[in-house]
């Protein structure tokens, strides 16, 4: 079955960090476009970042620049967000997602994107 697999949440310091991977499995991401969207409690789900499959496009929120960072290994078909700096208010559930075409407008529109994952819990809080 189609699956993507995020792992890498947890509890963490304010300014600590930490490295999600999304693993995909019956499927390749070769050519398909990522990203990474969080929903906190009582609130949407938000894009974090996106990235295209070649790697030649990338998209951060506002929030999170400078902080994030994307990647992405397709001979390893899996995708990395690595957190650095993180503050109380990044406190989600993180997904991520692919897409077959790259929303050039608003990268990280969940509504654009195809194929998602169970998500992973990251809690920030001293």
């Known amino acids: 079955q189609l699956q993507f697999v995020e792992s890498g949440g947890g509890l963490v310091q304010p300014g600590g960090s930490l490295r999600l991977s999304c693993a995909a499995s019956?499927?390749?991401?070769?050519?398909?476009?990522v990203g990474w969207f969080r929903q906190a409690p009582g609130k949407e789900r938000e894009g974090v970042s996106c990235?295209?499959?070649?790697?030649?496009?990338?998209n951060y929120a506002g929030s999170v620049k400078g902080r994030f960072t994307i990647s992405r290994d397709n001979a390893k078909n899996t995708v990395y967000l690595q957190m650095n700096s993180l503050k109380p208010e990044d406190t989600a559930i993180y997904y991520c997602?692919?897409?077959?075409?790259?929303?050039?407008?608003?990268?990280?529109?969940?509504?654009?994107?195809?194929?998602w994952g169970q998500g992973t819990q990251v809690t920030v809080s001293s």
């Open positions: 019956g499927f390749t991401l070769n050519y398909l476009h």
């Open positions: 990235i295209s499959w070649s790697s030649a496009s990338i």
């Open positions: 997602a692919a897409a077959h075409v790259f929303p050039l407008n608003n990268p990280c529109d969940p509504s654009r994107y195809n194929y």
